[in-house]
């Protein structure tokens, strides 16, 4: 009952910034953590980096310093702020929430990905 649209992906040169983000809709309880993950031709899924509903971030190694998570609550959207890009960064970047119910049924939802490549 919740549907996650992420947008901003596309190509850029190495060093350059991109901005995705991600927008849930549908019938809302409550949002807890939020993030971002990202799989590579050939390449198992990499967690990118979380926010839980206090604004707590955690980040993997490969994108710390370079990359920000961040949510408008407002808008029940997540950001991911993507500075310094690196070649190894290309992949399908997809957006998950951990959601709350009404009736207290905690899931995990997952968008269908947006393409981000990283190339000179």
């Known amino acids: 009952q919740v549907q996650l649209v992420e947008s901003g992906g596309g190509l850029v040169q190495p060093g350059g910034s991109l901005r995705l983000s991600c927008a849930a809709s549908?019938?809302?309880?409550?949002?807890?953590?939020m993030g971002w993950y990202r799989q590579a031709p050939g390449i198992q899924r990499e967690l990118v980096a979380t926010i839980n509903s206090g604004g707590a971030t955690n980040y993997a190694d490969s994108v710390k310093g370079r990359f920000t998570i961040s949510r408008d609550n407002a808008k029940n959207t997540v950001y991911l702020q993507m500075n310094s890009l690196k070649p190894e960064d290309t992949a399908v970047y997809s957006c998950?929430?951990?959601?709350?119910?009404?009736?207290?049924?905690?899931?995990?939802?997952w968008g269908q990905g947006t393409q981000v490549t990283v190339s000179s």
């Open positions: 998950y929430v951990d959601h709350l119910s009404r009736i207290g049924v905690r899931r995990d939802y």
């Open positions: 549908g019938s809302i309880f409550r949002l807890r953590t």
